[in-house]
């Protein structure tokens, strides 16, 4: 069975773990049509702290804070699914790596976020939609809730020495209710051009030769609960910003919207290195490299669906990585 590894890269309180757990709710739940040919199964550990993680966002309070975490990691782990059709043997193994935020700036804990960057040949970076967008007194908390410089150093160490071989990078905005249901033509226009602004750094060193040609880069903004709203901003008499949700309406059902579209990029993605890599393969007849051609069919037919443009959505650089 292939592996792929898939790094969720950001601070703490972001929602990388709320992220990941919108994303296998909707696989699994939404109307996808064909798609229902492709079984997404997580191991049973996996499982269970995924459900934990999907009854707290189906029973959030009618206002609650997301800055901070909902459950918050308390230590490194791997999430691992295995991909297929339906009742047959799995083809992939997706190992999606997260850690408790403040690794980002624990001195010891560095070096195993870098390694993850390196050995991944997915790295999601989630952000706080509302940390991109919204201003107290004038007063933006990007940097600090955000950390995009330290994002963009990472990346500079990771690939200093070049890659070996290409990766996607996906970067997910988190909770975007506000920015993608209410005015969507002026605000989901807005967040996206936040995004490649506050992000500026890393853009642009992801153009810079030798990257430009093995890096895919796509902003998939997403709504993660889906039934709430971005309510105001309270700050600690330290300076610490609390940033306060409400729900749309007292019995307002959790419902996620295109939190599948990151799934539907990196697996186009991992497909075409798979079939890359089995073309050089099939020189010497060497099975071990093929996939069931319906599990082929049934990956093009998911990912034929993902938003390239438009409503927040912007294929940066990289089409020929996902085509």
């Known amino acids: 069975m292939q592996e792929y590894r898939i790094t969720l890269l950001g601070p703490t309180g972001v929602g990388k773990t709320s992220l990941l757990t919108s994303m296998y709710y909707l696989f699994e739940h939404a109307n996808l049509g064909i798609e229902k040919a492709l079984q997404l199964t997580p191991e049973l550990e996996s499982s269970a702290i995924i459900n934990r993680q999907l009854e707290k966002?189906?029973?959030?309070?009618?206002?609650?804070?997301?800055?901070?975490?909902?459950?918050?990691?308390?230590?490194?782990?791997?999430?691992i699914f295995e991909l297929g059709r339906v009742a047959k043997k799995p083809e992939l193994r997706l190992i999606f790596r997260d850690y408790p935020g403040g690794y980002l700036s624990?001195?010891?804990?560095?070096?195993?976020?870098?390694?993850?960057?390196?050995?991944s040949e997915v790295i999601i970076v989630a952000m706080d939609?509302?940390?991109?967008?919204?201003?107290?007194?004038?007063?933006?908390?990007?940097?600090?809730?955000?950390?995009?410089?330290?994002?963009?150093?990472?990346?500079?160490?990771?690939?200093?020495e070049g890659l070996s071989g290409p990766k996607l990078i996906l970067l997910v905005p988190v909770k975007c209710e506000t920015?993608?249901?209410?005015?969507?033509?002026?605000?989901?226009?807005?967040?996206?051009?936040?995004?490649?602004?506050?992000?500026?750094?890393?853009?642009?060193?992801?153009?810079?030769?030798?990257?430009?040609?093995?890096?895919?880069?796509?902003?998939?903004?997403?709504?993660?609960?889906?039934?709430?709203?971005?309510?105001?901003?309270?700050?600690?008499?330290?300076?610490?910003?609390?940033?306060?949700?409400?729900?749309?309406?007292?019995?307002?059902?959790?419902?996620?919207?295109?939190?599948?579209?990151?799934?539907?990029?990196?697996?186009?993605?991992?497909?075409?290195?798979h079939l890359e890599a089995r073309s050089w393969w099939h020189r010497f007849n060497n099975a071990l490299f093929r996939f069931d051609q319906d599990f082929?069919?049934?990956?093009r037919v998911l990912s034929s669906g993902r938003k390239e443009r438009g409503n927040g959505f912007y294929l940066l650089q990289g089409y020929d990585l996902l085509t």
């Open 296 to 299: 082929e069919d049934a990956i």
């Open 106 to 119: 624990q001195i010891d804990k560095l070096n195993q976020v870098l390694e993850y960057i390196k050995t």
């Open 57 to 79: 966002l189906k029973t959030l309070q009618d206002n609650f804070e997301a800055t901070g975490g909902i459950t918050g990691t308390a230590e490194s782990r791997d999430f």
């Open 179 to 273: 920015y993608l249901q209410d005015e969507p033509e002026n605000r989901s226009e807005a967040l996206r051009k936040s995004v490649e602004e506050k992000y500026k750094a890393s853009l642009n060193y992801f153009q810079t030769e030798p990257l430009r040609s093995q890096l895919a880069v796509v902003v998939t903004p997403v709504q993660t609960v889906g039934n709430v709203f971005f309510s105001h901003i309270e700050i600690e008499q330290n300076g610490q910003p609390h940033f306060k949700f409400a729900k749309k309406t007292r019995n307002a059902l959790y419902n996620p919207k295109d939190v599948e579209q990151p799934l539907r990029y990196l697996l186009r993605f991992l497909l075409k290195q």
């Open 129 to 160: 939609a509302a940390a991109l967008m919204e201003k107290e007194s004038g007063i933006s908390f990007n940097d600090h809730v955000n950390k995009p410089e330290t994002i963009y150093d990472f990346f500079k160490n990771a690939f200093k």
